[in-house]
């Protein structure tokens, strides 16, 4: 992406590079398609895209259940998903 800033975060650990602008959601897509687990042990991913369904929660730089698809990528931002923990 000539001309384009890009922005290095990392997602459970494994380095990203997104454009500055892009989405949390966006940047973990390129890692996992599962965000999170339900109370219930089920996989969970992004559902509408606009911070409604609250599907996508995160932990970013230690602050948790932070919609992801609703926060802009900052560099050095450090996104942990529980997509991968067992119920």
Do not use: K, Y
Request: one cysteine or more; glycine letters at 10%.
């Amino acid at each position: 992406m000539t001309g384009h800033r890009m922005n290095v975060i990392h997602v459970d650990g494994q380095r990203v590079e997104v454009p500055a602008g892009a989405s949390v959601a966006a940047a973990i897509a390129q890692v996992t398609i599962l965000f999170r687990r339900s109370v219930t042990g089920e996989a969970r991913a992004p559902l509408c895209g606009m911070g409604v369904c609250f599907e996508c929660r995160v932990t970013i730089d230690g602050v948790a259940h932070v919609r992801s698809c609703m926060t802009p990528v900052l560099h050095g931002m450090q996104v942990q998903t529980d997509a991968g923990a067992a119920p």
